[in-house]
């Protein structure tokens, strides 16, 4: 059974950072994609990072770019996201999702991911 298990989120204050951590068990994705999705309340589920999996290519939306980092540790079988300069507007739930053909489709949400974590909420005050 493929279990995805996020941890890292939290109330932080505008500026600040958090890094999120996923790691998977029940099968090893060193070989898919691995990714970040967000949804706040009211709104779809949006792509936020995906990365493939030699993590020579990385895709970010346009509202995190420069601000946040996606990377990966195969052995770890894990995927990280580090989170700074935190907006308000980056508050949602935030969820870990792997496996697919490749990080570019599962951006574009036209290919996976095939599993998704429990998410892990994130809240920035102002």
């Known amino acids: 059974q493929v279990q995805l298990v996020e941890s890292g989120g939290g109330l932080v204050q505008a500026g600040g950072s958090l890094r999120l951590s996923c790691a998977a068990s029940g099968q090893t994705f060193s070989n898919s994609p691995m990714g970040w999705f967000r949804q706040a309340p009211g709104k779809e589920r949006e792509p936020v990072a995906t990365?493939?999996?030699?993590?020579?290519?990385?895709y970010y939306a346009d509202s995190v770019k420069g601000r946040f980092t996606i990377s990966r540790d195969n052995p770890e079988n894990t995927v990280y996201l580090q989170m700074n300069s935190l907006k308000p507007e980056d508050t949602a739930i935030y969820y870990c999702a792997a496996g697919g053909t490749t990080a570019a489709r599962m951006f574009g949400r036209q290919r996976g991911p095939d599993y998704w974590g429990q998410g892990t909420q994130v809240t920035v005050s102002s």
């Open positions: 990365i493939s999996w030699t993590s020579e290519l990385r």
